[in-house]
Nanobody, 124 residues
Framework: EVQLVESGGGLVQPGGSLKLSCAAS????????IGWFRQAPGKEREAISC???????YYTDSVKGRFTISSDDAKKTVYLQMNSLKPEDTAVYYC??????????????????WGQGTLVTVSS
C-alpha cells in the first residue's frame, strides 16, 4: 500500500523558515513525481512545487526564489525548504505522488495518493 506522510509544519514568524518532509512508503521510488500543494481556508487547492525522478523541478511564481524542493532517494523522502515565509503562505500543505511529468502533476488530476497534510502558520 502506497502511503505518504508529511511532517515539519508549525508556527513561524514572517521572514522565518520551515522545512517540510514527505516520506513515501509502499512503492518503488523510481519514475515518480511528487508535488507539493497547499490549501488555505476558503481558497482552492494550489500547486506550488514538483520534483520528478529525472531531477526536473517546478515552482509556481509565488514561491520562486523562496522555496526549494529536493529529494533523498535512499530515504524515499521529498523535502520542501521554505524561506522568507509570508503570512499568505499560511495553509495546510499536502504532498501527492503520481507517475507523470511535473507539468501534469501540477494540475492535481493525476495524483494517486495524498498525504494527510501538515499545517503551516506564518504569523507574528
Amino acid at each position: 500500500e502506497v502511503q505518504l506522510v508529511e511532517s515539519g509544519g508549525g508556527l513561524v514568524q514572517p521572514g522565518g523558515s520551515l522545512k517540510l518532509s514527505c516520506a513515501a512508503s509502499g512503492f518503488t521510488f523510481d519514475d515518480y513525481a511528487i508535488g507539493w500543494f497547499r490549501q488555505a481556508p476558503g481558497k482552492e487547492r494550489e500547486a506550488i512545487s514538483c520534483i520528478h525522478s529525472d531531477n526536473s523541478t517546478y515552482y509556481t511564481d509565488s514561491v520562486k526564489g523562496r522555496f526549494t524542493i529536493s529529494s533523498d532517494d535512499a530515504k524515499k523522502t521529498v523535502y520542501l525548504q521554505m524561506n522568507s515565509l509570508k503570512p499568505e503562505d499560511t495553509a495546510v500543505y499536502y504532498c501527492g505522488a503520481d507517475y507523470v511529468f511535473c507539468e501534469l502533476t501540477m494540475t492535481g488530476r493525476y495524483v494517486e495518493v495524498w498525504g494527510q497534510g501538515t499545517l503551516v502558520t506564518v504569523s507574528s
